[in-house]
């Protein structure tokens, strides 16, 4: 993948975790609703017990878990908090400080994949090219996507992210598909200066990250911008690379 060997802009920089909300009144006094044993929620992940009580709307007590999760470090987390942060959704509105968070997801799981790829190089070592080798389990994931909404899903353009990250497990490592919907988002703030100054130049550096990554929203973006000339110079053929890359990659997943 190019982009591990790519110079960052200047713009990017490691962050610390944050620190975890203040528990709600619903949490402190006993009042908040109680989930299902049949919910399918392990109620001993703060992101799966987040995304429970996003969906039911009571988003006080679902930024309070993914609050928590993100202190954890968890990618996924770091990102779905960045994403109620940004619209307010059961916390104080902070649009920088979401910038600042999509940075720290987009950073954590990318070390988590470069430590992927590095034990499956080492794993390969280990085998000849023989038949019997035995085959290396590769996730990439179902991509990123935007912003859905407390009630209802709110669309950012064609993508629905909290809806498409709700229906995925909470896995231990991060895996491609979070890194894909932290950088996705990240290439988004930056081209439609949500919470910063708008930065196409950025944008396109991130969005290219994505794209590599396999993510079709990314890859439809990019082309369009190779088409425009929008952050970058415009490349007719570099827009018809990443137009079919996308192309492919909804076919396969709808098995066409």
């Keep these: 993948m190019r982009f591990f060997s790519t110079k960052k802009p200047a713009t990017f920089t490691v962050y610390d975790l944050p620190k975890p909300l203040p528990a709600p009144d619903a949490i402190t006094q006993g009042t908040a609703p109680a989930i299902p044993e049949d919910a ?51 916390l104080p509105k902070n649009e920088s400080e979401a910038v600042r968070l999509l940075q720290v997801a987009a950073q954590k799981a990318m070390g988590e994949v470069s430590k992927q790829a ?33 009630a209802s899903t709110v669309r950012n353009g064609n993508r629905n992210t909290l809806a498409r990250a709700s229906k995925e497990p909470s896995p231990p490592a991060p895996q491609l598909s979070e890194l894909m919907l932290a950088i996705y988002e990240l290439a988004m703030s930056f081209k439609q200066g949500w919470g910063l100054p708008k930065n196409k130049v950025t944008a396109v550096y991130y969005l290219n990250m994505a794209a590599e990554l396999g993510d079709p929203d990314a890859q439809i973006e990019l082309a369009e911008c190779y088409l425009r000339g929008d952050g970058i110079k415009a490349n007719k053929k570099m827009a018809a690379h990443w137009f079919r890359k996308a192309e492919k990659q909804v076919a396969q997943r709808l098995h066409l």
């Design 118 to 150: 590095q034990l499956l190089q080492q794993r390969f070592k280990r085998y000849s090219v023989a038949s019997d080798a035995p085959a290396v389990p590769w996730s990439t994931g179902s991509g990123g996507g935007a912003d859905a909404g407390p």
């Design 40 to 90: 399918g929620v392990d109620t001993s992940d703060a992101l799966s017990i987040a995304i429970f009580y996003h969906e039911r709307n009571h988003l006080d007590i679902a930024a309070y878990y993914f609050s928590l999760s993100a202190a954890q470090g968890n990618p996924l987390g770091l990102f779905l908090y960045a994403i109620s942060m940004r619209h307010g959704w059961g």
